[in-house]
């Protein structure tokens, strides 16, 4: 059984279509990345899953139950607006948390105490909420969502204000949960966490899906680039869309910039050069990236706006 189900999932808000007929299926054990830009939806899909928002349209099906109370018990969500109260110590949130998902107080304070120790705020589990900083806050709220082990962990843009410390921490605790077979579903904007982390992943777009698939797969969107330093042209070989030379140097070496065209495996361009009698000095396939992915399925965002996801790429 999948542990997490939409199919055919509209959300209407008023005239804005929120989400448009989305469908995907999450495995158990999987770690998921639900990838996209600034109001392509993420946040109004995972409220669906939790019942906080009803679909206008479509089903979901959440460790096999309809949206509701049936297995709140085995969800941990870590929601993108940080909910805590701000009056209450660390350890006694973490604790009502486990209590909420039907731990017993004993039971939910010490898997409580030892998360916090565990998180690097044993020193602080009796502080309140409102002395602690943003990022410590947010690791009360990690724990908080971790203390009854759940089997589907939902995390709503997880990483936004952790350092890199803690950033490695979550990706870290994101591994572990996935390690003890919890499902992890993430979204996030940050093409770099869901490349260290995601087995799968979808990218929304505008409300829609617009791919589903493993990081390979991803990949294999974009035709492959390569650096070539050669005396020839590769163009001869087939699957060879583009090979722009640079300067030649004295010795008739040339650098070439190579596209190839989609499905073409840099390897047969080598081995066809080889044939060839091509003599190559570098031969370097360019890796793409997720964000290179994102960009090529998404295109970049409207001038003016801040894309978080560029800046850390250009960082
Ligand atoms: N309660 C609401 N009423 C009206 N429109 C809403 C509501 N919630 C979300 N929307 C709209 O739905 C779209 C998707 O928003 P959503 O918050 O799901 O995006 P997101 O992918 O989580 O974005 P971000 O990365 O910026 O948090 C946006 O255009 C948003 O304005």
Redesign the pocket.
């Known amino acids: 059984m999948d542990a997490l189900v939409l199919n055919g999932v509209t959300k209407r808000?008023?005239e804005?279509t929120?989400v448009d007929a989305l469908s995907f299926a999450v495995k158990p054990g999987e770690i998921f990345g639900f990838l996209?830009?600034?109001?392509?939806?993420?946040?109004?899909?995972l409220r669906m899953v939790l019942d906080i928002v009803r679909p206008t349209a479509g089903r979901i099906s959440v460790l096999g139950c309809p949206p509701g109370r049936e297995n709140a018990a085995d969800l941990g969500f870590m929601p993108?607006e940080r909910g805590l109260y701000r009056g209450m110590s660390a350890i006694d949130t973490v604790t009502y948390f486990g209590r909420l998902k039907g731990m017993s107080a004993v039971a939910a304070r010490a898997k409580g105490h030892a998360l916090l120790d565990r998180f690097g705020l044993a020193a602080s589990a009796k502080m309140q909420i409102d002395k602690l900083s943003k990022g410590m806050a947010q690791k009360v709220q990690l724990a908080a969502t971790l203390v009854n082990g759940p089997k589907l962990l939902l995390l709503d843009?997880p990483f936004s204000g952790l350092d890199p410390v803690n950033q490695g921490l979550l990706e870290h605790e994101i591994l572990e949960a996935a390690r003890g077979g919890a499902t992890v579903v993430f979204?996030t904007?940050v093409m770099q966490h869901a490349e260290r982390l995601c087995d799968r992943l979808l990218l929304?777009s505008q409300?829609r899906k617009v791919f589903e698939g493993t990081q390979a797969e991803a990949r294999g969107r974009l035709p492959a680039r390569l650096t070539i330093v050669a005396r020839d042209t590769p163009m001869r070989c087939p699957g060879v869309e583009r090979a722009e030379p640079g300067a030649v140097d004295a010795q008739g070496w040339s650098d070439y910039d190579v596209t190839l065209a989609e499905g073409i495996d840099p390897a047969d361009v080598l081995q066809c050069l080889t044939e060839q009698g091509v003599t190559l000095r570098r031969f370097d396939q360019y890796r793409v990236s997720l964000h290179d992915v994102f960009l090529h399925l998404v295109g970049p965002p409207p001038a003016g706006l801040a894309d978080p996801a560029m800046a850390e790429h250009a960082a």
């Open positions: 808000f008023g804005r929120a996209g830009g600034n109001g392509a939806g993420k946040t109004t899909s993108e843009e979204s904007h929304l409300g």
